[in-house]
């Protein structure tokens, strides 16, 4: 297994686990961009959102919840945040397992960066 989010789902490579269930986690990134940064994954293996089937539709309606109740849960929810998952390489993806970015704490400019 040499996916980075694989391994951390499995216990291999510490994270700053912020809430797990059976389906998602939910961490800390480990170079922020804000002042709250995390990511929510699937612990199911998908390595793109291109790659998402219709099988996976609750499992991604998941991961948004998730990151929903996360950001309420971090005391950014009333002030605001930003949610983003990038596809691909152009689309700025890092890293070869769907995630969803979760970040605020500080005004978020558009275009993002």
């Known amino acids: 297994m040499s996916c980075i989010f694989c391994k951390i789902v499995a216990g291999e490579i510490p994270a700053e686990i912020i809430y ?9 990134d480990v170079a922020p961009q804000a ?5 929510v994954i699937p612990k199911k293996h998908i390595g793109s959102i291109a790659e998402l089937k219709d099988s996976d539709t609750n499992l991604a309606g998941k ?3 998730t990151a929903t109740a996360m950001a309420k849960d971090q005391g950014i929810s009333e002030s605001g945040y930003r949610v983003a998952m990038n596809c691909g390489d152009e689309g700025g993806q ?3 397992h769907i995630h969803m970015h979760v970040l605020g704490g ?5 275009p993002p960066g």
Request: charged share 20%; proline share 4%; aromatic share 8%.
């Open 20 to 28: 797990q269930d059976d389906d998602v986690m939910c961490f800390k």
């Open 35 to 39: 002042p709250t940064h995390l990511l």
């Open 63 to 65: 991961i948004l919840v």
């Open 94 to 96: 890092t890293v070869g």
């Open 106 to 110: 500080r005004q978020m400019g558009w």
